[in-house]
């Protein structure tokens, strides 16, 4: 199974006004490095969210049709993310497909096939060969976010 490398970015709401406050950082946990993200997620001034995103191919397409989805290795505080993917089909921000997922307290890999994500506010069908962009995002109610990803790959 190939593996990805994300060279992942922080992206609040605070680009829309919001007040939701965090960070990412390399951490290790039980031996494994990976990045974590910590934050606050806030819905004031009419925000919700923190990630950690990253482009796969410098914003270009990224070819991943060979394949039949993504996995991450994960460790959290139990609360709940989602995984969202964008294509080259998607001009703005809001627009992704996404996958809910639990981040446990001990390392986990879990397995995203492509076709289980939904897609959010896009009529373009999900195509792998034009993936550009994907994101582990704590969005849509307060809480505080700690969730790290040690690894990211296609599998088939």
Known sequence: MPVLHPEWEFVADTVMGGESRGAIAPATHDGRTGMRLTGDVSLANDGGFVQM???????????????????????????????RLRTCDHDKPWQSYRRAFTAPPAWTTCRFPFDAFEAHRTEAPFDPARLRRLGVVAIGRVFHADVTVAAVRLFP
């Open 53 to 83: 995103a990253c482009d796969l191919a410098g914003g270009a397409a990224f070819d991943a049709s060979g394949w039949s989805g993504i996995e991450i290795d994960v460790l959290g505080n139990g609360e709940s993310y989602e995984l």
